[in-house]
DNA sequence: CTAAACCTTCCCGTCATGGGAAGGTCAATG
DNA sequence: CATTGACCTTCCCATGACGGGAAGGTTTAG
């Protein structure tokens, strides 16, 4: 099966394909006469392995590391669940920053007109007016 | 005042400094006769509004414009606030994303037992396997 | 005067991905 | 059978917002 078809079946681009051979997270596939490459099943199924991977934030290195246990019979599941508390925590920790701006963003909004007028709570709070616009108690 | 000083001034690095300036996000500053820049107070108030837009996730293109905006004293807070009410989506929506994810995977791990044994929803899930590990009704 | 602590520019690496050029291969159609 | 279009190959460049570090000039403290 050529690079297209895989793609194809596996829903990972024909460029992601060739980025995760030059990094070494699949082995370098078989090769046909001419140069194409020739996937197995058995490619297909780490690509779609690591296409779902991707899919729940997992960087191409943990990938590496969740791949080699997977083929590890013997692997203790705890690895993987270390593995995954992890990047939850990760998430959990750049879910929150957002959150942070998110809501100091909402703030400002709900204090701004928006109107025609210059006046603009937002825009003063960027340049670090004192008086920022934070309905709370300004004593 | 030269960069080093700029900088602890403004909590903005030197290198970002240059950087801001290399694309063209703040003016180039003045330059001694010996080549080294000189921030006027102006420049480093553009720093610090620059510091806090970033520290609120704005991408520097944004900055641009929030610069120019902060800059016009007839802009209409209509735009500064289209402007964050467009952001705040952007956060939300991949703040939804990420959280997917991580629900996702907390899911996975509440069932993965995580000791020596070689059993592991989170890989079987990965893998693809239909019997996939969601406590829910598995009809 | 010298050495440390600055500054300057320039180039490279990050991370996962897309774009595109130049050139070789395969399949279907005339 | 030749052509054409749709593939494939490798290689290089760009993204965003930085950091690292080299090579070389300047300032400042001792």
Redesign the pocket.
């Known amino acids: 099966m050529?690079?297209?078809?895989?793609?194809l079946a596996t829903g990972v681009?024909?460029?992601?394909i060739?980025?995760?051979e030059s990094?070494g997270l699949i082995r370098p596939s078989e090769?046909?006469?001419?140069?194409?490459?020739d996937f197995s099943e058995r490619d297909l199924n780490d690509l779609r392995f690591i296409r779902r991977a991707?899919s729940l934030g997992f960087?191409?290195?943990?990938i590496s590391r969740l791949l080699s246990l997977w083929r590890d019979r013997n692997r203790p599941s705890r690895e993987v669940k270390a593995m995954a508390e992890k990047h939850v925590a990760d998430l959990d920790a750049r879910i929150k920053e957002m959150q942070a701006m998110a809501d100091a963003l909402r703030d400002l909004s709900r204090c701004c007109a928006g109107d025609d007028r210059p006046d603009c709570p937002i825009l003063s709070d960027l340049a670090g007016s004192p008086a920022a616009a934070s309905q709370g108690v300004t004593p």
């Open positions: 050529n690079i297209g078809k895989a793609s681009s024909a460029k992601m060739r980025y995760y990094v090769r046909t006469e001419s140069n194409y490459r991707r960087s191409v290195e943990e």
